[in-house]
């Protein structure tokens, strides 16, 4: 009975952190390929990787304010192993552009990763969190262009590649 009841509690406790992740973030009809492949957007999926390294029980992807880059470089204190990575920032930019299709103010790679100690190139650093995919298209080499490119992501979209439940990249149908 007693193993039944741990089963079971950690069942609820495991839904209720899977639920904790959510965003006010609404990406554009236009933007409907940059879901994952469970339909999740860019910014429900950023919630559920920074989830998985920064431990708070709830993690809110704001909505972006067009007015000023809301996702802004990582600070000190948020130099985490989730958030120091070309996987998280792709997803990160994506989300931005998903909510207001404008491209002048995606941040560079290296101004965003500017305060981290250890980046990830290529790659996340975790196991894929339960409850979320990271899109094929968030694999993209950031490093050689310095920027999140959309029409790159969209490219690989279209080109049916699937990813990741994993740390690596995305693979063909």
Do not use: H
């Not at 193993?3 to 495991?14: D, H, I, P, S």
């Not at 940059?34 to 998985?52: E, H, R, S, W």
């Not at 930019?93 to 404008?102: F, K, P, R, S, T």
Request: glycine share 4%.
């Amino acid at each position: 009975m007693s193993l039944l009841l741990a089963v079971l509690w950690n069942g609820v406790v495991r839904f209720s952190i899977a639920m904790a992740q959510s965003t006010d973030a609404k990406c554009q009809e236009a933007f409907t390929w940059m879901t994952n492949t469970i339909g999740q957007d860019a910014c429900l999926v950023a919630a559920y990787l920074f989830y998985a390294c920064n431990g708070i029980s709830e993690e809110t992807i704001p909505a972006f304010d067009t007015t000023f880059n809301m996702y802004d470089p990582l600070t000190q204190q948020e130099d985490l192993e989730c958030g120091c990575n070309t996987v998280v920032y792709s997803i990160l930019m994506a989300c931005q552009l998903c909510q207001a299709n404008i491209t002048y103010n995606v941040l560079a790679w290296t101004e965003y990763a500017q305060n981290c100690v250890n980046k990830t190139i290529l790659s996340y650093p975790r196991p894929v969190p339960s409850g979320t995919a990271i899109p094929a298209w968030a694999y993209q080499n950031v490093t050689k262009s310095n920027r999140f490119n959309g029409s790159e992501a969209l490219d690989v979209s279209q080109q049916g590649k699937v990813c990741c439940s994993a740390r690596r990249g995305p693979t063909d149908i």
